[in-house]
Every structure is written in structure tokens, then in C-alpha cells.
């Protein structure tokens, strides 16, 4: 792809939401496609001795003892060979006319999570898991250097329904340009309770949520997983650490051993409680803390990462989509009760 074709960032200007606009236009015919081929363990790029297929490796962690044997390795990062966000190139923000837009400058990139195609999530192992998320943390913290990339996302397709385009474990990484919408919803609600309170909303939320009980679905010694009060999907999860911290990747290694073991008791839970679940599950840290004068000035104190597993089983109607407003056919109580004794 030449410079002059990166994709296109546009604001919606009543609602301030971003999206990117890719420059080579499907047409209709083009959508519903779907390239099962590429999705075969045969086939598979991201399975171990296929590294001379993939886009040039961004990190590894090797299995140790086998030298320096490429074929070797637990978790392999390697840029996405079709990415929205690129890192090259200026950021060129523009008017045109009464709209806002610029280049789609950031990084997309892949998480291999396992060498081996048909692990499942929550069958990767605690071993495995502590390397993802290592891998996670190293991948923001790296990122974070970058002063023109204000927002890092690491999330996880798992099903065709969740979005995903291949059965190989994978998770995602993108930086934007940009804080995205969602993401400075969170940061300005905590910071409006955080000065009316001088408190953390997630802060009070883990103390609320443990004297309560009845949302809890397990607790470890650094973090508690609970049904959300007014969660949007039914049998949707947060998990919070219980040690206040604004940004994800200041997680210390007792903590990271920790959050692969709760995030992987839940992932066997809503596997147990929900055949072939399609589910996403997403990481909300802090923006990159660049200095902005008199913005974010308390983010440290009011934010406070999170992890959040959205479960995939309904679809969203007109209703939800026109009003914002989400129906729940199972209460978050009853969920968590669920999840607790399976
Ligand atoms: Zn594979
Ligand atoms: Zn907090
Ligand atoms: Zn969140």
C-alpha cells in the first residue's frame, strides 16, 4: 500500500464518533464472502512452521532450551496483513468543509496465542495464558512510546458470530490516533464521579460488588469477576483488579499469574454454562499518557483498568441499536448464581 493509500479517519461531528473509511470500496456482491480455505489447519499461517508466510515477526516469546529455532515459540506478535491502522505516514488532519478527518496512522497487529490450531480458549492452559497476557503487556508497553498513537486496544474475537475470521487462537492489538468513543465515555463518567466523590467509581464498584455478593461469580487474591448491575448482554463479565491502577501494562507478574487464572475459570465457566459460545473480551486501560494540559489531569486516580467479556448469544435489534437501551433476559444476579455453581 503507497502512503497516499492509507484509509481514512472521518468524525461524525454530532456525536464526535470516529470511523475509518478503507480506500478500496466493496461492492455488494463482495460482502457475505467469506474465504473458508484460508481457515483450514492446512492452510493456517499462524500454526508453528509457517512463520516465512506471515507479515515480518514484531516479537516471540521462544520456548526455551531450543536455541534460536524460529519454529520454536509460545506467543508470536505479527503486524495485521490487512491494517486499518498504519504506522507510517503523518497524521495530516483536515476539514473539508463543516466534516473533520485524517490518515488512519496507529498499528493493527496480531497475538498468536499458541502454536497449535485448535486450542480452545479456555483450554490453553494457566502456563499458556500467563504468556498471553505477558505478551499483552509487553505489546502497550511498547506502543505507549509512540506520542502520536493516543488509544491501545487489545480484545479477542471467539466464534463467526463474534467476529472472528479464523478457528487459530489469535487476539487483536489496535492503536489509534484517536481516544475511540466507547473508551471516553468510561474515562469521562469516572472522571465526573471521581470529582464529585473523590473516589474511584471501579474502586467503589469492587468494595460494593464484594460486600453484595449476589454479582460476584469468583474472586482470586488480586482480582473479582462479577455481573456487571446494568450490564448490557446477558452473562457479561468484568474483571477488575482490586489494586487501584489507571493502565494495564503497570500489571506486576504475581498479577498477570492471577489474571490468567481467574479470566481462565470464567472462560470454562460460560464454556460449561453455554455450548459454543461466540464471545469477545477486551481490555479498557488508560490512553497513553501524554501530558494535556488541564485534560486528564486526575486520570491516574479516577481510571482504573479493566477487563470486560461480552458474550455473543443475542443479536441486537432496532431497539438497542435506535435507543441505546440493551433488554436483559437473564439478571445479572441470576447469571452470576449461574457461573458460581457450574
Ligand atoms: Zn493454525
Ligand atoms: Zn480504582
Ligand atoms: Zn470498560
Redesign the pocket.
Known sequence: MKKTDLHELRKDPLLGRWVAVLNQSKSPSEYGQYALDADKEENCIFCAGKEKDTPGEICSIPKSGTGHNPHEWWTRVIPNFNPIFRVEGELGRKGEGMYDKMNSIGANEIIIESPEHSVRPEDIGLDQMVRVIMTYKDRMVDLEKDHRLRYTLIYKNSGRKAGADFSHPISHLASTPVIPKRVKE?LDGAKQYYAYKERCIFCDIVREELRTATRVITETRYFVAFCPFASKFPFETSIIPKRHNCAFQDIRTDEIEDLALILSVILKKLRASLTNLPFNYFI?SAPNRIPRKNHWHTLGDDFHW?L?IMPRLLNTSGFEWSSGFYILPTSPEDAAKHLREV
Open positions: 468510561e479498557h479493566h470486560e
